[in-house]
Each structure stands twice: as C-alpha cells, then as structure tokens.
C-alpha cells in the first residue's frame, strides 16, 4: 500500500510537472517572440528586451536545453548591437530567434515525432 | 564549477531515494526488471552531470518515470503470477532427483562448467550428492542434497537445545545502544548488574552483545593499538 501511495504521488507529480512545464514554456516562447516583434518596431528598448530576456532565460533554463538559451541571448545580443532594424545581421537575428523558439515548442510538443 | 556541484548534489539526492524506493537489495538478487531500471537509473544521471546544457530536471523526471514503472511492475509482479513470469522469468530445474537435465540446461545457455562453478559457490564439490538444483530468476543456484550428503542437525539427532536468540550489541565502542536494549526487551539496571559480576568499565568495553537468555560476549577496548 505504501508503495502504492509512493507511485501514485510520483504519478500526479509527473503529470503535473509535464503540463505545467508545456504551458509555462509556450507563455515564455509567446512573450520572447512579443519582446522581439515590440523591439522590432521600436515600441521597446533594447535595455528592457534585454531585462525581461534575462529574466524569462532564468525560468525557462529549468525546462529547456540551455544551449538553444544561450543562442537566443546571442541573437538578442545581435539585434541590439544593429544600428539599423533594415540591416541584414538584424533581420538575420530575428529570423534565428523565431526558428529557435519554434525549436523549443516543437521539443514541448506531445507529438509522435518527437519519442523516436 | 558551482553549478556542476550543485546539480551533482540534486541527482545524488534523487538517485538516492529512487534507490530507496526500490528496496534494499544487492546487485545480484536483482530481479532482471530491477537489474534493468538500475542500469538505466545510473545512466540517465550521468546525463545532466556530463552535460551542463541539459536541465536537471529532464534527468530528475527520468528517474523518476523509472521508479514509477518499477514500483508498478512490482506491485504487478506481486498480484500476478503471469505478469512475474514476464517481468522476471521463471525458475528452471537443473538437476532433478540426481539427474541433470540437459535441454534445461540448453534453454538457459548454461555450460557444465557454469553448473560446476555455481555447486562449489554452494560448497557442493561433488555433483552425486545434489538431488535437486535449481537455477533462480536473479541466477543464483538453489541446492538441495540427497539425504545421505546433507548435514546432520540437532533435529536428526534429536537433541532438545534452548531456544535461539539473536544476540544485540548492547554497547559499542563505549556507548550503550538504548534501541537494542530495548529490543532485547530490557534496560540499563540489568545491563548494569551484568557488568557488575564483570571487571568491565563501560567506557572500556568496545563491543558487547547480549540475547533474551542473558548470554553475553564482551570484547575490549584495546588502547596499545
């Protein structure tokens, strides 16, 4: 019975854990692209862009690969240091930002892909 | 190097209590299940520790996926006999009544070197003596002998001998352990009157252990060492 009560406790933890983990990423995934899209066309500075990214990188790092973390901070970083939104390497930030973040849903995705 | 040490520290933990979860038992009573779960447990901690870009908790919720389908099978296991037979195979009979079965021995890929091997594990030197071998699912080797090869017991010679009784170390390295006493349905004024009748000083006593029959074994401190 005890061992009954262990496993139904990791159970409930479990399910709680996998969609909490799936919501709590696609909100952050959805204000990232927001902070981007805002910075983009100017309704943001680049200091609070790169404040609130910081700070969602702390609470995302729990649930996603740090790696795809540390290359949105590096385009983030890119776009910033652009003088201009038209410049190539600003665009071609933005661009590496959207495909990483639609990485990262796709690896929260319960898709049939993804358990091979 | 913090972080290394600290994500060190959570999969130790973690590893621990689904360790515990799992029941004490040593490698070689595992059942092929726990064997299994065991293997991958150390394996899928290993992760997190070499690879500082993966979250701990990726590791942290394997194990613990893990756990849960061990206490499952378990508790299966436990409730079924065809669920035990899949998890964990079953029983084969090696020799029966002094004969060895050679297809058993086939099915289970087992050379007469191996059997050998295992009845001298046993303190079985000599292969006329077992009536019955049995190869167990975590591949240990039960043996029964034929009568004419098994020790004689107090029960054989119908000898009428006092009850056992599990001696408890009562002190240790000049402590008093207060559990035990309390096992052996005790306390520290029958402790102190046994050492009385002794020339023992509780501080010089390394170990002393004591049954329900009031034997007792007292070893000594040695300070020259």
């Known amino acids: 019975m005890k061992r009954l009560i262990y496993a139904a406790v990791i159970l409930i933890a479990l399910i709680s854990l996998a969609f909490y983990s799936h919501f709590a990423v696609n909100r952050y995934c959805n204000d990232?692209?927001?902070?981007?899209?805002?910075?983009?066309?100017?309704?943001?500075?680049?200091?609070?862009?790169?404040?609130?990214?910081?700070?969602?990188?702390?609470?995302?790092?729990?649930?996603?690969?740090?790696?795809?973390?540390?290359?949105?901070?590096?385009?983030?970083?890119?776009?910033?240091?652009?003088?201009?939104?038209?410049?190539?390497?600003?665009?071609?930030?933005?661009?590496?930002?959207?495909?990483?973040?639609?990485?990262?849903?796709?690896?929260?995705?319960?898709?049939?892909?993804?358990?091979? | 190097?913090?972080?290394?040490?600290?994500?060190?520290?959570?999969?130790?933990?973690?590893?621990?209590?689904?360790?515990?979860?799992?029941?004490k038992r040593q490698i070689g009573d595992m059942q092929p299940n726990e064997l299994v779960v065991t293997l991958l447990i150390s394996e899928i901690a290993a992760i997190p520790l070499q690879d500082n870009e993966q979250p701990v908790l990726v590791g942290v919720a394997a194990i613990s996926v893990l756990i849960f389908l061990e206490i499952i099978a378990s508790i299966l296991s436990m409730k079924s006999f065809m669920i035990r037979k899949v998890l964990n195979g079953k029983s084969v009979v090696i020799i029966k009544n002094g004969v060895i079965d050679q297809q058993a021995m086939r099915d289970v890929r087992m050379t007469v070197i191996d059997l050998i091997e295992l009845l001298r594990n046993k303190d079985v030197f000599n292969l006329s003596d077992v009536a019955f071998a049995v190869l167990e699912v975590n591949g240990n080797l039960s043996v029964l002998l034929k009568k004419d090869a098994q020790t004689v017991t107090t029960k054989d010679l119908k000898l009428n001998l006092p009850d056992d009784s599990l001696p408890l170390p009562v002190i240790s390295d000049g402590k008093i352990v207060a559990e035990s006493l309390k096992a052996l349905q005790s306390n520290k004024n029958k402790l102190y009157k046994i050492l009385k009748h002794s020339k023992y000083k509780i501080s010089d006593i390394f170990l002393m252990t004591l049954d329900r029959n009031g034997n007792h074994t007292i070893y000594e401190k040695d300070y020259n060492k």
């Open chain 1, 32 to 116: 990232t692209i927001n902070d981007v899209q805002n910075f983009a066309s100017n309704n943001i500075t680049s200091d609070t862009l790169t404040k609130s990214w910081n700070k969602r990188k702390n609470k995302m790092s729990i649930y996603v690969n740090h790696d795809f973390l540390d290359q949105i901070t590096m385009y983030i970083g890119q776009m910033i240091l652009g003088d201009n939104h038209e410049d190539e390497n600003f665009k071609t930030a933005y661009k590496n930002i959207e495909t990483l973040i639609k990485l990262i849903r796709e690896e929260q995705k319960f898709a049939a892909h993804s358990f091979y």
């Open chain 2, 1 to 23: 190097m913090i972080s290394t040490i600290m994500r060190t520290i959570i999969l130790y933990l973690t590893v621990t209590i689904a360790i515990r979860l799992m029941g």
